[in-house]
């Protein structure tokens, strides 16, 4: 199994990125996917997941309102649009699969972690 996360980068405060991760040599249409974020010196923390169907989604507080996810199964992708960016967003990203099919925001439910992707929002 392999999530590779891509689009991270540089950006502006009040910039957009598009972060994608993308699953191969197995299918994750039965499960959640979610996104966690590490910022230099914390701990990781959950950013955001959606459901299997794609229908439902769930954010920290920090990001409500600002980050979109979404999913393409067909493609076995899941997608982060993270508009309105500032300096706290800094971090790697992580993209994760979760055991089960709905929400969660518990790392200690997601079974397989991509290797994460670093953003960087400039003041």
């Known amino acids: 199994v392999q999530l590779q996360a891509s689009g991270g980068g540089l950006v502006q405060a009040g910039g957009s990125l598009r972060l994608s991760c993308a699953a191969s040599?197995?299918?994750?249409?039965?499960?959640?996917m979610g996104w966690f974020r590490q910022a230099p010196g914390k701990e990781r923390e959950f950013v955001s997941a959606i459901n299997w169907r794609g229908d439902t989604t769930y954010y920290a507080d920090s990001v409500k309102g600002r980050f979109t996810i979404s999913r393409d199964n067909a493609k076995n992708t899941v997608y982060l649009q993270m508009s309105a960016l500032q300096p706290e967003d800094t971090a790697v990203y992580y993209c994760?699969?979760?055991?089960?099919?709905?929400?969660?925001?518990?790392?200690?439910?997601?079974?397989?972690w991509g290797q994460g992707t670093l953003v960087t929002v400039s003041s």
């Open positions: 994760a699969v979760a055991r089960w099919a709905t929400v969660t925001s518990s790392s200690y439910d997601y079974i397989y």
């Open positions: 040599r197995r299918t994750f249409s039965n499960n959640a």
